[in-house]
Structure formats: structure tokens, C-alpha cells
DNA sequence: CATCTGTTATAACATATATATAACAGTTGA
DNA sequence: TCAACTGTTATATATATGTTATAACAGATG
């Protein structure tokens, strides 16, 4: 397992998010791999200091999105199956707002574009 | 006032985050300006038939955030003056998920560079 | 058979969201 | 001056969400 799960109890992010973010987060990075299994719900619980049940939402949000199945041998596994119309419309709600902040920050297209690029690198694309 | 608020409350987004996000949106739609007021905030608990305190929160986030002033005499004033090394560290934090999503929905730089700039044509450019 | 999976149930508590009623100080315009 | 309007604050209530806690269950493993 390559992932390094940490939780930030400072944040505003809800802790099954944060969970949630870094799983896909390393997916996309391919730091882990379809097939590949996750760290029990008790395992990751106890690995940063959380409860059981919070790992088991976060656990359930993935599944609920596509990015983990359940294996009754293995436990919960990644494997990416994603609704894209559900999936492209949410972001397309996400970025709009995001875009509204950075033209009232004053970026540029060129320069949210920049972002982009210097963003994606860290994903293999 | 060119603003036009509508509000979802079958959403999952909460109703003054909602109030936010189509303030900002119409910031960078230049549907207002610095210097317009907004509505007061029981006109606009009225006209969208929420609570008065729910519009006040959403104006109080707009203030804190630097999209809003308040005059005394005018109520709440649109005059943006964003932080923007905070909110550009938001914004990439908001983005390195985003972009991780869409990586696993596999869409390519291209596509999302291409995403961004059909958004991005609904703010003046 | 003991031990590990995810899952479910129940309970409890803190926080966030939203509403309701009420009041206050400053500003405006008649 | 005074009534009517600002945002703001206080208090209370209801509901939803997030998190923890304890416990049990069925299926799979070795």
C-alpha cells in the first residue's frame, strides 16, 4: 500500500471527506491500482486515529461513486467504475463556482490554465 | 439589480452557500458591479422565502470572504477585495481534487483545458 | 474454530443549518 | 422629530450531519 493516509483535525473538511480525497487523490496519481485492496475499516481506523464507522462512510461514499468494490475476500478494493454523466456534471457545478472566484481574484484564462497544467502534472496525464 | 436568486431546496448544498455562489457568479458575470447594493436582508429572505438569518449568514461569509462591504447607508454593497493568497490556496486545494476526479473519469488535459474555457466564456474572458 | 472481513443497529453527543421572535443603534427621508 | 429602513445581536427551537462508542451478525480465511 502506497498510501499515506493523514487526517487533519484542524480542518474544516468533514474527516470522511478528507479520507475520501486522498484515496482518489491516489488513484489518479497511481499510487494504487484497480485490484488493489484498502486497509480494513479497523486497520485505518486505528492507523489515524479515528472511528471505525467514519473509515466505514468513507468507504461507502467511494463505493457509492465508483471508485471501490467490495470483495468479500479482500475487503474493499479499488476499482474505478465511474457514472460519467453524474461525475462531469457535479464538476462542471464545482468549477463554475471556482472559476467566479478566480476571475474576481483577477486571473486570466491563461493563467487558471497554468494552474491547470502545473496541477495535472502530478497526475501521470 | 440584475441579479436574478434561485433557490433549490431539494439541493445538498446549503442555502446560504447557494446565496453565495450565484453572488460571486454574478460578480464575474459582471451582473453587478463594485459599488452596487444587494438586496437587504429581509427583502431577499422574502423574495426567496428563507429566513432572514440565513441570508445574513450568506452576506456575513461574503464579507469575510471579500466580495462584500457594508455601508451604513447603502446595507450591503458589492467591493471586491479578495485575499488572495488564501483563496488561491483554497482554490487549489478544491482544484487538486477536481482534477484528480476528472483524471480517473479519464479525461485528458486537453479535454478539461477545453472544459475550463466553455465555463470561462460565461465570465466576460 | 478462531479470526478477520464489511455491515448493521443502537445510542449518545457536538456541530451545522435553518427558522422564529425580538430587540438595538445608526441612517434616511418626510 | 419621527417613522421606516439598514445590518447586527441575542435567545430559543428543530432538524440534519458528523463522530464516537459498544455490540452483534454473516461470510471468508487459514
Known amino acids: 500500500m502506497d498510501l499515506v493516509f493523514e487526517i487533519d483535525f484542524q ?3 468533514a474527516l470522511y471527506t478528507q479520507l475520501c ?8 496519481k ?6 488493489d485492496a484498502l486497509p480494513s475499516v479497523r486497520q485505518l481506523a486505528d492507523a489515524v486515529g479515528i472511528n471505525m464507522h467514519t473509515v466505514n462512510k468513507a468507504y461507502t461514499v467511494l463505493k457509492q461513486e465508483g471508485y471501490v468494490k467490495v470483495d468479500r475476500r479482500k475487503g ?12 462531469l456534471s457535479e464538476a462542471k457545478r ?13 486571473l486570466s484564462k491563461e493563467e487558471i490554465h497554468g494552474l491547470i497544467d502545473e496541477l495535472y502534472e502530478e497526475y501521470g496525464g
Do not use: T
Open 21 to 28: 480525497n486522498q484515496i482518489i487523490i491516489g488513484i489518479a
Open 76 to 87: 474493499a478494493v479499488i476499482a474505478v467504475d465511474i457514472n460519467k454523466l453524474h461525475a
Open 94 to 106: 464545482d468549477l463554475r463556482v471556482l472559476l467566479a472566484k478566480a476571475s474576481c481574484m483577477g
Open 30 to 35: 497511481e499510487m494504487v491500482h484497480e485490484g
Open 11 to 13: 480542518s474544516d473538511e
